[in-house]
């Protein structure tokens, strides 16, 4: 009902901060588009569900999560992904990783920073609802 649909767009602007911060960090360039998979043809062998933060942002639009617990399943895809296919000890490898764990470290700050758990609980019981 309307309070329902009143929540669901708070959360959606809320997920949408949380994105365009990240996306906006220059730190973070190489996540915001889709790995192009005909410049690194076996990307898709190596990772099943790629995730980056235009993605997101489209995901949020098209009202996938309704619980800030979804959205966090598949924003961590970026930085794992980014663990996953970039293994090794050349310095390009670890380059990508150290921004892997930066993008995963202010993912969670600004979560924690923002985040009412008290809201949160409110958007998983709805989930139950449905
Ligand atoms: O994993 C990634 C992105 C970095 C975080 C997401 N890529 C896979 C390729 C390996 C490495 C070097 C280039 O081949 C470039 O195409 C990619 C892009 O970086």
Redesign the pocket.
């Known amino acids: 009902e309307e309070q329902e649909e009143d929540m669901q767009r708070e959360l959606r602007c809320f997920l949408r901060h949380i994105t365009e911060r990240l996306y906006l960090d220059r730190r973070f360039k190489?996540?915001t588009k889709p790995?192009?998979t005909v410049?690194?043809p076996d990307?898709l062998q190596v990772i099943k569900q790629p995730m980056d933060l235009s993605s997101l942002l489209t995901n949020i639009d098209k009202h996938k999560y309704i619980t800030v617990n979804e959205f966090v399943r598949d924003a961590d895809l970026i930085w794992n992904?980014?663990l996953t296919?970039?293994p090794d000890s050349a310095t390009?490898d670890r380059k990508?990783r150290h921004?892997?764990h930066a993008l995963k470290d202010a993912l969670h700050a600004i979560i924690r920073e923002h985040l009412d758990p008290e809201f949160e609980k409110a958007c998983e019981a709805m989930k139950e609802r449905r």
């Open positions: 190489t996540f790995v192009d410049q690194v990307y992904n980014a296919y970039n390009l990508i921004r892997a």
